[in-house]
Each structure stands twice: as C-alpha cells, then as structure tokens.
C-alpha cells in the first residue's frame, strides 16, 4: 500500500495579530517602534546588535511566489503540495515531474532580483545595527544584496544542485542547460510560455488564466503535461566513478545515450540544493543559526508566517533567553502571542514590536529615519561599516 501523504503543516489562515505597541497601526508609529526596537542599548549597555529572520513574505515584491500571504499557494492552490524528501529519492517519476516544473519556472526565478527589503536590511547592517541574517528563503537574494553581511540560508538554495550520492555540487544554470538539451520538446515548450508573457506577470489569477498554477521555489505547474516523457541527467562524478554502496559493492550510474539518468541505476541522483519537506536541516547549518541567536542580543522577524518549525524554535530560542523580539509580516504568525505574553503594556518598542505592514515599503522608510537620529552616527562608529547613502530613488534603481 502507498504510505499516505505528509500533511503540510499549518495551511490554514493564522489568527490575525495583536499590534505592538498600538501606536504601531500607522505607519509613523510602526517606524517609531522599531527605531526603537533596532537602536535601544542592551541590557548591559551596550550596543545593540540585531539577528533578522527572513521568510518568502518578503521576496513577493521581486515577483516569487510565497506561502502563506493573501495570494499565497496555500490560500489560492488548495490542493498544493510540494514533494516529500523520500518520495524524490525513491520515485523516478516523482522526479521527472519535479524537474519538469522546475524546469519551467526556473526562468522566472533567475532573472528575479533582490527588491527592497533585502537593500534595507544591507543598510541596516552598514549602520551597525543588524549583525547577522537567518532566511528560510532559497532564492540567494539575500547574498546578492548584501555579500558582506552573514547570511545563513536554513533551507538551502537553489541556486546549485546537489548529488544525494556523493554531494557534489552542480549551477543550476549548467543543470537548466542540460534539462533543455535532453527535453528538446518542452525546451520549445518553455519558449513559447515565454513569448505569451504569462511568467512576466506576478499575478497568480493572470497565470491560471493561461492554463498554469505558479508555487514558491521555482515550481510551474501546467496541469496535463506530459512529465513522463522528461528527462534530466546523471551526477558526473558518479558517473565517471561509480560510488560504493553501504554494502561495499560498487553502485550502478548508467545513463541512456543522450546522457539522461537511467532508471536501473542506484546512485548519481541531482537534486535541488534544497532542504526538502521531510528532509533534516545539515547539523552545521543548524548550530550557526542557534549560534546567531546566541550572538544577538534581540530578533527582528520579518515576512515570515514562522509556520515552519525550523524557523519557529529560532524566535522560540530568543524568547526562551528573554531577548526582544520584534516582527513585521502581513497576516498571523505561529504563536506569536506567546513570545509577548509578558511585555509591559506601556512600552514603546524597545522590549517587543508586532507591525502589519509591507517590508519592502517600510524597511527603508526605517533605513532613512534611523540614518537621520542622533543614534546611527555612535552606531556607526563602533560598527566597522561604510555607509552608503541610498534613498528612496536609489532603492528603486536597484530594482531596474
């Protein structure tokens, strides 16, 4: 019998939030509580130093998909599920379709580009204020924004491939490349979704009126295609070196003769650089991010539901040391009344922030008020940073 599907965790529409502190419903008081929040000294007395956890909220403005948000594929996609960790390692044509659909959505995700938010959060780590980023996104737009401040990527990247055998990794360009070589058909296909413009708009309702459903991580949907006949390659190295089993025997790599991966082989499995659903976060990724909560000494959450329990223990670690915990997401977020259960009614900011409001629009209206207090000129002198003077304007030059 087949072992039953995995329940996505968390699907259902969160309770709405509590804003904190309640002047924060407007846009001045949002930006006044967490000018607050990022700039107050420690406890001790010192200066402050922030750790930022991302989610897919905050990559909507660069034209991805997200989860959980008013359009999000599991309010809009009902029957949305991503593939399962065992089923792709154990499913031949669980992969084929995999690849498939990445293949068709890859285009749109790598021409997207790091938006707003992702330059806000860069100043704020020129300012001395943030110290370190967690992001569950795998879109690589926090490294592109901002090479220069630590960033750990929870759940992987897309960016490479990974080979399940002996983990070599592979761009995800030369993958794409080899996808359309081996897919002539679809590669045709791809050009002509293309060239009716329907992976140009970023409007989910757009896309399924053309006969597609557009999920996070690159993932293109066209329902009837024909994903049997895909085709996608073997791991090089183990193909030219063939690994050796837990058993000690050596594993079978064969490929067809155009190269694709043949079904009677045992090792020499690509797949995303990802961590997948039912898939272990790598014990080193881990231990850095607890490590990251360690060092801060307060949590700024932003565009993130926490519905993942990966990203949720994190906030649940800096609660757990009583540090602050400020967050800006548009909907509810996993628990979060509890992490500011015992929050004085009539602070300001300092202690615990909740704000409902885009990022992309008020992380840099943030950047710009925090730039002209008295704070960010001490800030920036202990902080090591160039600031670059980035306005409005230039934020939207970034984009272009």
């Not at 001790?44 to 990559?59: D, N, Q």
């Not at 704070?375 to 160039?386: K, L, N, V």
Request: aromatic share 8%; with cysteine.
């Amino acid at each position: 019998m087949r072992k039953p599907y995995m329940r996505i965790p968390y699907t259902d529409v969160l309770a709405a939030p509590t804003i904190i502190p309640k002047t924060a419903a407007t846009v001045s008081g949002a930006l006044a509580a967490l000018q607050e929040f990022l700039t107050v000294p420690s406890s001790s007395g010192s200066r402050p130093s922030t750790a930022v956890l991302t989610g897919a909220g905050i990559s909507v403005a660069s034209g991805l998909a997200d989860y959980r948000g008013n359009k999000g594929t599991y309010r809009v996609n009902k029957t949305y599920r991503p593939i399962y960790y065992h089923e792709f390692l154990g499913n031949h044509e669980a992969r084929k379709r995999y690849w498939a659909r990445s293949f068709l959505g890859w285009t749109t995700l790598h021409k997207a580009k790091p938006n707003a938010t992702h330059f806000a959060i860069k100043q704020l780590g020129d300012l001395g204020l943030v110290q370190s980023v967690i992001t569950q996104n795998v879109d690589s737009f926090h490294s592109k924004a901002h090479p220069n401040l630590p960033t750990i990527e929870l759940h992987g990247y897309l960016r490479s491939c990974v080979c399940t055998s002996c983990n070599e990794e592979l761009p995800r360009d030369a993958f794409q490349d080899e996808l359309a070589r081996l897919n002539p058909a679809w590669a045709i296909f791809l050009q002509e979704v293309l060239a009716t413009g329907a992976l140009d708009t970023e409007n989910p309702d757009e896309r399924r009126a053309r006969g597609m459903k557009t999920n996070p991580d690159g993932d293109v949907d066209i329902p009837g295609a024909p994903y049997t006949t895909f085709r996608y390659p073997a791991c090089p190295k183990c193909l030219a070196h063939p690994p050796t089993m837990g058993d000690g025997t050596s594993a079978t790599v064969e490929v067809d003769s155009d190269g694709a991966w043949a079904a009677n082989s045992t090792a020499g499995i690509l797949k995303p650089a990802v961590v997948m659903f039912g898939e272990s976060i790598r014990e080193p990724i881990k231990k850095a991010a607890e490590t990251a909560i360690d060092d801060a000494d307060r949590l700024l959450v932003l565009g993130t539901s926490l519905a993942t329990y990966s990203a949720w223990r994190l906030a649940k670690q800096a609660q757990s040391q009583n540090k602050p915990i400020g967050i800006v997401n548009l909907g509810g977020v996993r628990g979060e009344d509890a992490f500011f259960v015992d929050l004085d009614p009539s602070q300001t900011g300092a202690r615990g922030a909740r704000v409902e409001m885009s990022t992309d629009e008020l992380l840099p209206a943030l950047v710009e008020k925090v730039r002209r207090s008295p704070t960010a000129a001490a800030a920036h002198e202990t902080s090591g940073h160039a600031i670059e003077q980035h306005g409005a304007v230039v934020f939207k030059d970034l984009l272009s």
